[in-house]
DNA sequence: CAGGAAATCACCCGAAAGTATGAAGCCATT
DNA sequence: AATGGCTTCATACTTTCGGGTGATTTCCTG
């Protein structure tokens, strides 16, 4: 119930409107009947407002006609936020920790500086390595990173 | 004048329609005027008419509303295709075949194939490489490679 | 619980990479 | 003609890397 009066506002105050005028014009029917062509002049007054309601209504409630523009919106991305890329990690068959070795590894850093960082022995480091290395397919580390940029594991 | 007529024609009509009725409604009074309540019901037919002209009128003239949906579709481009930005290879004393070099290293070339593809030797290489690592304050090819990239000259 | 993947560490060896130093030819600028 | 930068090459030496093999521990899954 509350709905249907939000919804049809418009229409009860339209009717509400209507009705105030009528009483307005018979009030006026008394005083002006002395007038000639009251009448005509009454109706065109009618006309007029009831014209303008119209008028109005159909602007109220004419349905915007929709346009819709798209526009494409070409942007060079410099460098975009890089997430591992699960998808292509999982397929090549990287574990969690080859990933930081490999990532230190694209930073330029030794074998004996990641160990530091990672804070294990320098051993560790090259056994990861060497399983980056046969599952990337790579003989090199530099190799090994450039190929990992390609497959999108590293950024 | 015909101009002036074909442009105004619809004003025209109205204005003859709103004569028109009136005459009718003239009519009417004389007819109708025993009736009780038929000013109401006269004023009602009325109002409704000229609602509904103004409505007709305001379809007919009116300008369509048009509402404007701008959608921005972001297109992440493709690497633009890269060129060796001479600015920060000057700035950094990078030679031409430096930057072979630095290049082929970046593939994850070893220095003998690098040496293979160049028509050089394995010494020559070694020289260019010690030369890159000095310019770029690096001691290894992989950081040489990760600097020559923050800079902007290697893609 | 057994089996397997992941992470850790060790040792050895050869290959590749990096350092140092010297030198020669080429080319452009002074 | 001389100077300096670029490219080329060489030799000798040190360090780092990569390959191969093996072992232990932890954790997860069938």
Redo the contacts with the bound molecule.
């Keep these: 119930m509350k709905q249907w009066f939000r919804n049809n506002k418009l229409v009860l105050l339209y009717g509400l409107a209507l009705a105030l005028l009528l009483f307005l014009l018979r009030w006026l029917e008394f005083r002006f009947l002395i007038l000639d062509h009251a009448f005509e002049a009454y109706v065109g007054a009618i006309a007029l407002v009831f014209t303008g309601l119209g008028i109005w209504l159909a602007m109220k409630l004419a349905r915007p006609k929709v346009e819709t523009i798209i526009i494409e919106k070409t942007i060079i991305s410099e460098a975009p936020p890089f997430s591992p890329n699960e998808k292509s990690l999982a397929d090549a068959?990287i574990?969690?920790?080859?990933w930081e070795v490999l990532a230190l590894m694209a930073k330029g850093m030794?074998?004996?500086e990641i160990a530091n960082q990672?804070f294990?022995?320098l051993?560790?480091i090259?056994?990861?390595?060497?399983r980056i290395?046969e599952k990337l397919e790579a003989?090199?580390?530099t190799q090994a990173i450039s190929k990992a940029k390609a497959l999108g594991i590293l950024p």
Tied chains: 1, 2.
């Design positions: 068959g574990s969690k920790r080859e030794s074998n004996q990672l294990v022995s051993n560790t090259k056994t990861h390595s060497s290395f003989s090199r580390r």
